[in-house]
T-cell receptor
Framework: GAVVSQHPSRVICKSGTSVKIECRSLDFQATTMFWYRQFPKKSLMLMATSNEGSKATYEQGVEKDKFLINHASLTLSTLTVTSAHPEDSSFYIC???????????FGPGTRLLVL | KNEVEQSPQNLTAQEGEFITINCSYSVGISALHWLQQHPGGGIVSLFMLSSGKKKHGRLIATINIQEKHSSLHITASHPRDSAVYICAVGSNYKLTFGKGTLLTVNP
C-alpha cells in the first residue's frame, strides 16, 4: 500500500506553546487528508477533513482556531495545535486518500505530551 | 450517527488457535475496514471490504451487509499477531471507529 509519514513521531512541549505536525504522502497524490485523535483506551475520532487547496472541514466540537490545518499541496498537510494545553495531550494520526476517500492510508501517528 | 460495536474487547489465545473478532454497525455503509494497531500506535490497514470475503495470508475478513456485521478471522495465530484490531465503517465521507479488540497471543 501507499506510504504516509508523520513528523514528529513524538513531541513534548510546554503549556501555551504551539506544535506543528506534518503528514506527507510519499508515493501518491493525496486529494484528501484526514486528521484523527486518539485518547488512551478510546476510539480514534475524526477531527477534520482537508482537501488540497481548500479550507478544512472540522467535526463538531473541534475548535478550528485551535487546531489549524493546512493542506497546501497534494503531498503535505499540517496540523498546528495552537496554545497547547495538557488536555490536548493525545495521539494524533493522519490518513491520506486519493479519489476514493474510503481507501485511506494511515500515518504512524504523533504522540503529543503537553506539560 | 453510526455506532460501531466490537467484540470481544479483550482476547487472549494460545499460539496456533483460530481467532474471531466481530464488528457490528448500525447504519448503511460504503465500506468497512479492519485495521491493526501495535503498541507504538501506528496503524496498518488490513482489509477494506464492501461485500463478501477477503483473504490475505492467515487473515480472513467477511462482511454481511444485510446483517450489518463483519468478522475478522486469524488462522494459526502467532504471538506477533498480538495487537489491537479495529473495525471502522465508512459513510458520508467519514470513518467511524470501534473501540478495538486487544488480542494477546501467548507462545
Amino acid at each position: 500500500g501507499a506510504v504516509v509519514s508523520q513528523h514528529p513521531s513524538r513531541v513534548i512541549c510546554k503549556s501555551g506553546t504551539s506544535v506543528k505536525i506534518e503528514c506527507r504522502s510519499l508515493d501518491f497524490q493525496a486529494t484528501t487528508m484526514f486528521w484523527y485523535r486518539q485518547f488512551p483506551k478510546k476510539s480514534l475520532m475524526l477531527m477534520a477533513t482537508s482537501n488540497e487547496g481548500s479550507k478544512a472541514t472540522y467535526e463538531q466540537g473541534v475548535e478550528k482556531d485551535k487546531f489549524l490545518i493546512n493542506h497546501a499541496s497534494l503531498t503535505l498537510s499540517t496540523l498546528t495545535v495552537t496554545s497547547a494545553h495538557p488536555e490536548d495531550s493525545s495521539f494524533y494520526i493522519c490518513s491520506a486518500s486519493g479519489r476514493a476517500w474510503e481507501t485511506q492510508y494511515f500515518g504512524p501517528g504523533t504522540r503529543l505530551l503537553v506539560l | 450517527k453510526n455506532e460501531v460495536e466490537q467484540s470481544p474487547q479483550n482476547l487472549t489465545a494460545q499460539e496456533g488457535e483460530f481467532i474471531t473478532i466481530n464488528c457490528s454497525y448500525s447504519v448503511g455503509i460504503s465500506a468497512l475496514h479492519w485495521l491493526q494497531q501495535h503498541p507504538g500506535g501506528g496503524i496498518v490497514s488490513l482489509f477494506m471490504l464492501s461485500s463478501g470475503k477477503k483473504k490475505h495470508g492467515r487473515l480472513i475478513a467477511t462482511i454481511n451487509i444485510q446483517e450489518k456485521h463483519s468478522s475478522l478471522h486469524i488462522t494459526a495465530s502467532h504471538p506477533r499477531d498480538s495487537a489491537v484490531y479495529i473495525c471502522a465503517v465508512g459513510s458520508n465521507y467519514k470513518l467511524t471507529f470501534g473501540k478495538g479488540t486487544l488480542l494477546t497471543v501467548n507462545p
